[in-house]
């Protein structure tokens, strides 16, 4: 594996996947670092400190899927 890229995306959260996957239909090469052991930045659930609900920590304004979202042509144009 070569450790030599032209791109290097600081962080694993919406906007660093989001360039991750725009770069992907490049010929460069990338690498996405991400400090946290889990990708998603401020879009996580904290399923721990309350027994009996989840809680949405940042981002919560991606919470369901459909043309009403703001991502979903985003979305869409992937698949």
Known sequence: MSTEVDVVIIGAGAAGLAAAIELQSTNLKFLVLEARNRIGGRVCTDEDTFTHAKV????????????????????????
């Open 56 to 79: 949405d920590l940042g981002a919560s304004w991606i919470h369901y899927y459909g043309p009403e979202n703001v991502l979903y042509d985003y979305y869409v144009s992937f698949n």
